[in-house]
């Protein structure tokens, strides 16, 4: 039963258009989102977090978006860089341990 | 970048072999966790420490250890190791439980078991 989704494998954009990466939740009662990133042989970096009690956070050209009626959070990447071409891993923080679940990722793809 | 460190990197070994993960970070923080990274699963809590000595299991803890004798280092054992373990590992620390203090990750250990 995945508490935290993301429905989409695989993005491509072309350089310089708008990424945009969802991710849906059925908890409510997760407090916190995070995305990382993560490139082919190396760890997932932290990118950017987001509270539940805010609808958007936002990082020079990265924005986190949290909709928590929809139960529904996206990361807009704004403009597309080649170097973002990576797999984007949400998670969401909850439980009475305050473990991070994560989703199963996105390859993103960014295009010259 | 968060100082640390895993070993092996890469590692084969046989079903029914005893296997030891290491996990050394040089932040002095209280957190430390393992995950393992499968395709079609995302990262996969198996367990986590919250100090020396205390350690608690998450979400795949079965077939796995572990043991944190010292603040730096967190070891993570499979006593018998199957073919379904064949995973990446990556471990992770956090200075706290905060989610402004989000958790930091290791460049990963493949481990393949033949």
């Known amino acids: 039963d995945q508490q935290v989704k993301q429905n989409s494998p695989s993005l491509s954009v072309q350089e310089g258009r708008i990424s945009i990466l969802n991710c849906d939740y059925t908890?409510?009662?997760?407090?916190?989102f995070l995305w990382y990133k993560k490139y082919p042989a190396e760890g997932p970096t932290f990118l950017i977090s987001?509270?539940?009690?805010?609808d958007k956070n936002e990082d020079g050209r990265f924005t986190v978006f949290l909709n928590k009626s929809a139960k529904h959070l996206s990361l807009h990447i704004v403009p597309s860089q080649p170097g973002d071409s990576a797999v984007y891993f949400c998670?969401?923080?909850?439980?009475?341990?305050?473990?991070?679940?994560f989703g199963k990722g996105t390859k993103l793809s960014v295009k010259p | 970048d968060a100082g640390i460190t895993q070993s092996p990197r890469h590692k084969v070994t046989e079903t029914g072999t005893p296997v030891t993960l290491r996990c050394h970070q040089t932040?002095?923080?209280?957190?430390m966790y393992w995950y393992r990274q499968d395709p079609g699963h995302g990262l996969r809590l198996i367990h986590y420490?919250?100090?020396?000595?205390?350690?608690d299991k998450g979400e795949v803890s079965d077939g796995y250890s572990v043991s944190r004798s010292k603040t730096e280092d967190f070891l993570l054992t499979l006593e018998s190791a199957t073919s379904s373990q064949t995973s990446v590992y990556f471990c992770?620390?956090?200075?706290?439980?905060?989610?402004?203090?989000?958790?930091?990750f290791g460049d990963g250990t493949r481990l393949s078991i033949l």
């Open positions: 987001i509270s539940s009690i805010k």
């Open positions: 998670a969401a923080r909850g439980g009475s341990q305050g473990n991070l679940i």
């Open positions: 420490s919250y100090g020396v000595k205390d350690t």
């Open positions: 992770a620390i956090s200075e706290s439980r905060t989610a402004n203090q989000p958790q930091h």
């Open positions: 932040e002095n923080h209280r957190y």
């Open positions: 908890n409510s009662m997760f407090d916190y």
